[in-house]
């Protein structure tokens, strides 16, 4: 009879202070558990007329399952900057590659934990490949209709923040990406 050895490995994040400064390398699962910051990259995915993409998570996944969700993206990996994780993290979910750029970052205290939330934005001709255990469906959505949607449907905690973030940072321009601070 072969027996079969599951390992799980739990991802490495650096673990950062109120200004975002690293202090160590600590597992996800303990920084989330003790509420350490670590940081998390998202990106907010528009098509070329503008319409946002919006999509509904596994309903398998640990974190939210089900809910709506404005942004691509996840933790940030050690010495991996808040661009290279939403590159990844746009791989890793839509099957698809494209240039992002940090818009904003800020303290976000909603959610599972406190964690530095890196926000960048892409424009994004197609999604070939949506990862299933990850999109259970998605959609493009004009700013009238997010809006709406945020109301109406059960989105993650940060989806609100960072849209309202979003637009906010949008109105004034393309630069240098300001720190919103918690």
Same mark, same amino acid.
């Given at each position: 009879?072969?027996? =079969?050895?599951?390992?799980?490995? #739990?991802?490495?994040?650096? !673990?950062? #202070? ?7 390398? %600590? ?22 007329? &503008? ?44 099957? +698809? ?7 904003? !970052?800020?303290?976000?205290?909603? &959610? ?8 960048? #934005?892409?424009?994004? =001709?197609?999604? @070939? ?12 959505? +004009? ?12 989105? +993650? @905690?940060?989806?609100?923040? %960072? ?13 240098? =990406? ?5």
């Amino acid at each position: 009879m072969v027996s =079969a050895i599951v390992c799980v490995v #739990d991802e490495l994040v650096e !673990r950062v #202070d109120a200004q975002d400064r690293v202090l160590g390398v %600590v597992s996800r699962w303990r920084a989330v558990r003790e509420g350490w910051l670590h940081r998390v990259a998202s990106v907010v995915c528009r098509d070329g007329g &503008g319409r946002f993409l919006v999509h509904r998570r596994a309903e398998h996944l640990s974190r939210f399952p089900g809910h709506y969700e404005l942004g691509v993206g996840g933790a940030a990996g050690v010495g991996e900057s808040y661009e290279e994780a939403a590159v990844r993290e746009l791989g890793e979910e839509l099957g +698809t590659a494209a240039t992002v750029c940090l818009r904003f !970052r800020f303290l976000n205290r909603s &959610g599972l934990s406190p964690h530095w939330l890196g926000v960048c #934005d892409a424009v994004l =001709a197609e999604i @070939p490949a949506p990862d299933p255990d990850e999109v259970a469906w998605h959609g493009w959505l +004009t700013e009238s209709e997010v809006q709406r949607a945020l109301r109406e449907w059960t989105f +993650t @905690p940060d989806s609100q923040e %960072v849209f309202g973030r979003y637009l906010a940072c949008g109105a004034s321009g393309p630069g240098r =990406a300001p720190d919103l601070g918690g």
